[in-house]
Each structure stands twice: as structure tokens, then as C-alpha cells.
């Protein structure tokens, strides 16, 4: 791709989460697509590795449940284009064996991380920059044993339309990313978990995902990408406020 082609060229991009699955494509998508690209995360062993798969990726260590790692990581940046919340994680279990510790690591990651992470990337964002929050179908509809993991999530789409309503006059637009089951280690665990419980094969627990979706598919962490990578474009500013599903059809 030549450099008048790079629609991202000279944008300074921040991915939480950015180590692995969606994360990663996403750091691997805009750092092709011209941009600087910063990933995020707990693990440095996994940032590391996807930033040595291209020269525009740089690895920074940061928990975004934790308040004091993501104001250092934004002060240290300085103005950036776009913020991804990508961050979360993933337990099931039925609700009344659900424990208030699970409860609460759930919304921490998938909720407060995300607060943290727009807020913080508020505060830095250029003139015509991108807030983009991956949620998740579960941000749109419920899902047995995962409450804590919807609830999160739903959490999620309503802080995204509230911070939309706050920043409509600021040329920026803030929008959600709802995919439906995807190919990343997150799904990979979830098909452990259900073989461990219920003695099913791979290819049966994999069925049950494929099955959610209306195309008998689970989703690519590419497709996930081009959306994203849709909403940085030139063409994008309308679209704001919204949670927009990737599902095949599912919602």
C-alpha cells in the first residue's frame, strides 16, 4: 500500500487489550493502514509479540481497571486520534453460583476499564478524533451463565450513547462495536470451559457457537477491524451514538 493510500497515515491510534484476538488484528489493521499505533495490557510477553509484527506498533504495560495506569498512560501519549477500549474478559456461570468477586471483576474490566479508557482518552483527543468502545452482542441481548459478562456489556452501549450526547458538538464521534462470537482465545477458552463441563468435543462446543449465528459462522476479528477502521475514515462523521452489531444476522 503507498503512502497516499493509507487512509490512517499520521494518526496516533491507542488499543487497549491490544495483545491478542480482536486487539491485535485491530494494532496489525491500523498500523497497514498508516497509523502510530499503541497497544495496551497486562501481559508484556503478549503486547511485545504483536508489536514485533509490525514497526509502527509500540508495547506499553497498563491494567485499565486500574485508575492510576491509565491517566499515566494518556499523560505519557499526549494528544492522540483514536482510542479503542477493547479490553475484557469472560467467566460463566449460573447467577445463583455467581459470587460478588466474579461480579465484580466483570464489570471491573469490561465496565469501569472502559470508563477509564474514554475518559482518559477524552481528555487527549485531537479535533475530529474516534472513540470506539468493543462491546458486544451481549451489549444487545442476554446470553445464559455469563449475567455479570451482559450486564457489563450493556453497561457499555449506555455509556457509549450517554458520552455521545455530551461530545455532539465537539467533531468527534463515539460509537460501539457489537460482534457476535469471535475467533480469538476468548472463544477458544469458552469451547475448553464447555468441553471440561459437559464432556463435549471441540467440534460439538464449537457447533453451539456456530449455531447462535444465522450464517453458521463465528465472526473474523477482521471483520471487527474493517468496521473500526470504517469509522476513523473520511466518510464516517455521521455515524455517532451507536452500537453497531457484527453477527451475521444474530442481532
Same mark, same amino acid.
Given at each position: 500500500?503507498?503512502?497516499?493510500?493509507?487512509?490512517?497515515?499520521?494518526?496516533?491510534?491507542?488499543?487497549?487489550?491490544?495483545?491478542?484476538?480482536?486487539?491485535?488484528?485491530?494494532?496489525?489493521?491500523?498500523?497497514?493502514?498508516?497509523?502510530?499505533?499503541?497497544?495496551?495490557?497486562r501481559?508484556?510477553?503478549?503486547?511485545?509479540?504483536?508489536?514485533?509484527?509490525?514497526?509502527?506498533?509500540?508495547?506499553?504495560?497498563?491494567?485499565v481497571?486500574?485508575?492510576?495506569?491509565?491517566?499515566?498512560?494518556?499523560?505519557?501519549?499526549?494528544?492522540v486520534?483514536?482510542?479503542?477500549a477493547?479490553?475484557?474478559?469472560?467467566?460463566?456461570?449460573?447467577?445463583?453460583?455467581?459470587?460478588?468477586?466474579?461480579?465484580?471483576?466483570?464489570?471491573?474490566?469490561?465496565?469501569?476499564?472502559?470508563?477509564?479508557?474514554?475518559?482518559?482518552?477524552?481528555?487527549?483527543?485531537?479535533?475530529?478524533?474516534?472513540?470506539? #468502545?468493543?462491546?458486544?452482542?451481549?451489549?444487545?441481548?442476554?446470553?445464559?451463565?455469563?449475567?455479570?459478562?451482559?450486564?457489563?456489556?450493556?453497561?457499555?452501549?449506555?455509556?457509549?450513547?450517554?458520552?455521545?450526547?455530551?461530545?455532539?458538538?465537539?467533531?468527534?464521534?463515539?460509537?460501539?462495536?457489537?460482534?457476535?462470537?469471535?475467533?480469538?482465545?476468548?472463544?477458544? #477458552?469458552?469451547?475448553d470451559?464447555?468441553? #471440561?463441563?459437559?464432556?463435549?468435543? #471441540?467440534?460439538?462446543?464449537?457447533?453451539?457457537?456456530?449455531?447462535?449465528?444465522?450464517?453458521?459462522?463465528?465472526?473474523?476479528?477482521?471483520?471487527?477491524?474493517?468496521?473500526?477502521?470504517?469509522?476513523?475514515?473520511?466518510?464516517?462523521?455521521?455515524?455517532?451514538?451507536q452500537?453497531?452489531?457484527?453477527?451475521?444476522?444474530?442481532?
Amino acid at each position: 500500500m503507498s503512502m497516499d493510500m493509507k487512509p490512517m497515515n499520521g494518526k496516533r491510534v491507542v488499543i487497549t487489550g491490544g495483545g491478542s484476538g480482536i486487539g491485535a488484528d485491530m494494532a496489525l489493521g491500523f498500523a497497514e493502514a498508516g497509523a502510530e499505533v499503541t497497544i495496551t495490557g497486562r501481559r508484556r510477553e503478549t503486547l511485545e509479540a504483536t508489536a514485533e509484527r509490525h514497526p509502527a506498533i509500540t508495547a506499553r504495560v497498563a491494567d485499565v481497571t486500574s485508575e492510576t495506569d491509565m491517566v499515566a498512560l494518556f499523560e505519557a501519549l499526549g494528544e492522540v486520534d483514536v482510542v479503542i477500549a477493547n479490553a475484557g474478559a469472560a467467566e460463566s456461570a449460573p447467577l445463583s453460583r455467581t459470587g460478588l468477586d466474579q461480579w465484580q471483576r466483570m464489570l471491573e474490566v469490561n465496565l469501569t476499564g472502559v470508563f477509564l479508557t474514554l475518559r482518559e482518552g477524552l481528555s487527549h483527543l485531537r479535533d475530529d478524533g474516534r472513540l470506539i #468502545a468493543v462491546a458486544s452482542t451481549a451489549g444487545l441481548k442476554g446470553y445464559a451463565y455469563v449475567a455479570p459478562y451482559c450486564a457489563a456489556k450493556h453497561g457499555v452501549v449506555g455509556l457509549v450513547r450517554a458520552l455521545a450526547q455530551e461530545v455532539s458538538g465537539r467533531n468527534i464521534t463515539v460509537n460501539a462495536l457489537c460482534p457476535g462470537f469471535t475467533d480469538t482465545p476468548l472463544l477458544e #477458552a469458552s469451547i475448553d470451559n464447555i468441553m #471440561a463441563k459437559t464432556g463435549q468435543t #471441540a467440534e460439538q462446543a464449537l457447533a453451539h457457537f456456530h449455531s447462535t449465528n444465522p450464517m453458521g459462522r463465528v465472526i473474523q476479528p477482521a471483520e471487527v477491524t474493517a468496521t473500526a477502521l470504517w469509522l476513523c475514515g473520511p466518510h464516517s462523521g455521521a455515524i455517532h451514538g451507536q452500537a453497531i452489531s457484527i453477527s451475521g444476522g444474530e442481532t
